[in-house]
């Protein structure tokens, strides 16, 4: 640093939290970056990864910097330096500790020696065409040829749940269609696709959601997943316990059927959403409404003119169920396997830590489960680096795995569904007996002995 720039950060104004989530949509938006506030909004057109950086106007963004930047540097940053938070204390003391710096390192290095551009994908393509034409194959028979039909229901939900990963989850992390998204009409075809594929789920708030997990999975104020089922399943010690919690181990999987209507009905409506007001960025109320009316013509409409109400209901039923069920196993259970808490393992208080302590793979490079999942069953490898495609999440695994062990961290893969279950039975059996208080804010939930 420079004497011009420490001078600046020495007679940095200061702004408070109040006034920092005021700034929060892409026409005026700051982030907060290590406890620095930066005004980016002129950057925001020229920034190499779309609106990812938008996703978190008025808030912190330290988390998702590291993680999405391999060789993070602040030389452009800076140009955007306003200010510092006024008395305000991180989530986490390290975002970047010696074990991340050195993983970042070797997975660069890993992709350099091999000649392998990360951030290009043709395979994320290749399943998204694929398994369109097996979703729309399965639409056709459930509405063609009743009633034997009505059982292509299931294999379309495991294609919406896996279009999820490959083309929603893909799509949110700027790793497919980035040169597309610029050209003029894209949004027509983009909200068409989130319409048929992923229906009444609005991008632009299922991208916030799922950004603001990857900030703190696990977190009952700041990961969507906790809080949207708070009312249901009691998924963090610091939710108040109530009574029907002691028997959340036996309902907890119907409501991952219905995990999309909590969402609209007990999820959109409430505070989680306030701060980033997401209405007020150009084109998302428009955007919101096309891919609903894409929605509700193609899986509602159409199917009632073509058989009759009670068979959509029973078929789209199927349907709904077989894939919020499907992308609730593979995105949300990898952080919620394990017995309850135990001793402060995190004593740096480390964000990446925390990662690897709450995050869990299943069957990574499993041919079924990597397509059912999106690629989502590779979850620890994308939490701790999530501008890495999925496609080169698997090649990766032994550099995570060996640091991991390298540095005392904890790494799991599942490779019995049998057991990954078992791992989430115990955790929501121990959370629903826990009382409040009784494990104290700082400490960490640990993960199962069982995972491999």
Known sequence: MDATQKNKRDNLKEFSWDEIKKHNNQNDCWLVIDQLVFDVTQWVQKHPGGNVLTILAGEDATAMYYSNHFTPSKKILNNFLIGSVKKSKPLFDSYEDNFFETLKHRVLKYFNDNKIDYRQTRKAHQHILLTALLFFSCWLCMYFLPPWGILAAIPMGLATSSLIGYFGHELIHGN???RLSRRRGYWVLNNIMWGLFIPFMPERYFQYEHIRHHNYPMHPEHDYDV???????????????????NFQHMYAPFTYGIYIFIQLLGGYTTTFFDNREILKDKGNLRDIIFSSLVAFTFHILLPVYLTNLWWVLLAAGIYFFTWQSAIYVSSGLPHMTGVSAH?????SNSWAYHVCATTKNLKAGNLFFNWVTGGLNCHLNHHLLPSVPQEHLHSITPII???????????HNYTSFRTYYSGHYQFLKSLGHLDQGTIQSSEQFSADSNAV
């Open 227 to 245: 809080f949207a089922l708070k009312d249901f399943v009691r998924l963090s010690h610091r939710i108040p316990k109530k009574y029907h919690h």
């Open 401 to 411: 795995k060996a640091t991991c062990k390298e540095f005392g961290y904890p790494y």
């Open 176 to 178: 497919i269609f980035s």
């Open 343 to 347: 001793k402060k393992e995190n004593k």
